[in-house]
């Protein structure tokens, strides 16, 4: 084709238009050169692509470590007892003031542990259910617990807490959260697990003493236990040992505002029982 001709033909972009490849001076016709980093990589969409998803893993896999599991942190997720509260100058007088509680300097010792086992039996609104009490691993605690029930302590009292596949929570007089027998004992620290059917007694929330408000599990509950990594442990010292579904059932009652159930559920007494070793 005349030269002439050519050009026009350029000029008019009839001509297809030639691929420029690169080589290295050095390197043979075949040896076609391509950029290095970071060059390479920002030609290369499938790059991008995979940092994506590996960025997305990394995000989800976060919010599960962060977010998953028990809330230790949340106050209101543990069996606490509330301080009690102090009277106000302004409140009120009612109409038929609610007697007070029993109120005690301190436990008297009522049990012997090396010459007898104890049982609690708890009569309820939704029937009756058997704790096996631990005297040898917390005698102070099972001798308070003892001592209360003898003196009619917990009669006609309610599970004034109940949280759904956690805890049911008794022991309060006041049936508020806040009432108490007057006196604190301390903690006996051990080893035994929250497992479910298992008895604690609720405390304020980092303290290490109780007064008599207490809880059973619904289900196993290590967050609760003695070596859980929060402040807040708490110490089984007994367990259920016949009558789990009534306690069950009590797990399963409609609750509103404060995990208070909606329909009562009463304890008429709790009766002990020593049975020689």
């Given at each position: ?17 030639r ?9 043979s016709?075949?040896e ?63 109409g038929?003031?609610t ?14 542990a090396e010459k ?7 009569k309820?609104?939704?029937g ?19 001592f209360?029930?003898?003196q ?33 004992t ?17 405390k ?11 809880f ?9 236990d ?33 995990d208070r ?6 304890i ?5 029982t020593?049975?020689?070793?």
């Amino acid at each position: 084709m005349p030269k002439r001709k050519k050009r026009e033909l350029h000029h008019l972009r009839q001509e297809p238009s030639r691929r420029r490849t690169y080589q290295l001076s050095h390197a043979s016709p075949s040896e076609i050169y391509k950029p290095g980093f970071p060059m390479n990589i920002l030609g290369d969409v499938r790059w991008f692509a995979i940092v994506g998803v590996v960025a997305a893993v990394a995000m989800v896999v976060t919010a599960v470590l962060t977010t998953g599991g028990v809330d230790q942190g949340n106050p209101d997720a543990l069996p606490t007892a509330t301080p009690t509260a102090s009277a106000t100058a302004d409140a009120s007088p009612t109409g038929s003031p609610t007697p007070a509680p029993k109120q005690f300097e301190k436990a008297e010792q009522v049990i012997d542990a090396e010459k007898y086992t104890y049982t609690a039996t708890f009569k309820t609104s939704k029937g009756d259910f058997t704790v096996r009490l631990f005297a040898d691993v917390a005698p102070k605690t099972v001798n308070s617990f003892v001592f209360l029930a003898k003196q009619g302590f917990f009669d006609n009292t309610t599970f004034h807490r109940v949280v759904s596949n956690f805890v049911i929570q008794g022991g309060d007089p006041t049936a508020t959260g806040t009432g108490g027998p007057g006196y604190q004992t301390q903690d006996e620290p051990n080893e035994l697990r929250n497992k479910k059917g298992t008895i604690s007694m609720a405390k304020v929330s980092g303290q290490t003493q109780f007064g008599s408000q207490f809880f059973i599990n619904l289900k196993d509950n290590p967050s609760l236990d003695f070596d859980n990594p929060s402040a807040n442990k708490f110490y089984p010292f007994g367990e259920v040992i016949s009558g789990m579904d009534v306690v069950e059932a009590i797990g399963r009652v409609q609750v509103g505002q404060g995990d208070r159930p909606i329909e009562p559920v009463t304890i008429s007494t709790i009766e002990i029982t020593e049975t020689p070793k």
